[in-house]
T-cell receptor
Framework: GDSVTQMEGPVTLSEEAFLTINCTYT??????LFWYVQYPGEGLQLLLK?????DKGSNKGFEATYRKETTSFHLEKGSVQVSDSAVYFC???????????????FGKGTKLSVIP | ETGVTQTPRHLVMGMTNKKSLKCEQH?????MYWYKQSAKKPLELMFV???????ENNSVPSRFSPECPNSSHLFLHLHTLQPEDSALYLC????????????????FGPGTRLTVL
């Protein structure tokens, strides 16, 4: 079945450091790929997405490129801020069992803490 | 109200209680989802409703009973829960267009933090 593997956390960085969170996936067909972020006490928010190979999703200084050849969708940011402290989830979307249904398969999440 | 709302935000219940979680989406979407998020496991999809019909039930115990009366509302009825059911329950919605179209993102509510004593 489909699966998403992302790097284990927690990750602790100093402010303005470079961030990479690795994500690889296994899926049949051509899934769409997403990064979601969860701030403390809140639900998940979509951070960025890519729907086909070589697409680059970007938002709030974060970027990720859909690499079909390596089945990867690594999240990067050039300079993190304290406000980026959150849990980050990589996910893929593929057809579900029911007609017209889609399922998101999530990675386990990576907790990022940014210290001043 | 905008986006996806969930009530209550926090719920404490005994194992013999019956309670319901409510989710409402204000986005005009046609699919809604229940997820369970617990401390030691990845996000688990529980139920999916497309056009008000349940299309997925990922082997969820019968003590969880979903209800989708219309495309904007989704309920999760709870009865005789166990302490291990304590978790954050997240509702999401999305617009499903076609098998061949882009797979649209899901929009999440803030969740209900459930504690079963």
């Amino acid at each position: 079945g489909d699966s998403v593997t992302q790097m284990e956390g927690p990750v602790t960085l100093s402010e303005e450091a470079f961030l990479t969170i690795n994500c690889t996936y296994t899926a049949t067909g051509y899934p769409s790929l997403f990064w979601y972020v969860q701030y403390p006490g809140e639900g998940l928010q979509l951070l960025l997405k890519a729907t086909k190979a070589d697409d680059k999703g970007s938002n709030k200084g974060f970027e990720a490129t859909y690499r079909k050849e390596t089945t990867s969708f690594h999240l990067e940011k050039g300079s993190v801020q304290v406000s980026d402290s959150a849990v980050y989830f990589c996910a893929l979307s593929a057809p579900g069992k029911g007609a017209g249904s889609y399922q998101l398969t999530f990675g386990k999440g990576t907790k990022l803490s940014v210290i001043p | 109200e905008t986006g996806v709302t969930q009530t209550p935000r926090h719920l404490v219940m005994g194992m013999t209680n019956k309670k319901s979680l409510k989710c409402e989406q204000h986005l005009g979407h046609n699919a809604m989802y229940w997820y369970k998020q617990s401390a030691k496991k990845p996000l688990e999809l529980m139920f999916v409703y497309n056009f008000k019909e349940q299309t997925e039930n990922n082997s969820v115990p019968s003590r969880f009973s979903p209800e989708c009366p219309n495309s904007s509302h989704l309920f999760l009825h709870l009865h005789t829960l166990q302490p291990e059911d304590s978790a954050l329950y997240l509702c999401a919605s999305s617009q499903v267009r076609s098998h061949r179209g882009p797979h649209n993102e899901q929009f999440f509510g803030p969740g209900t933090r459930l504690t079963v004593l």
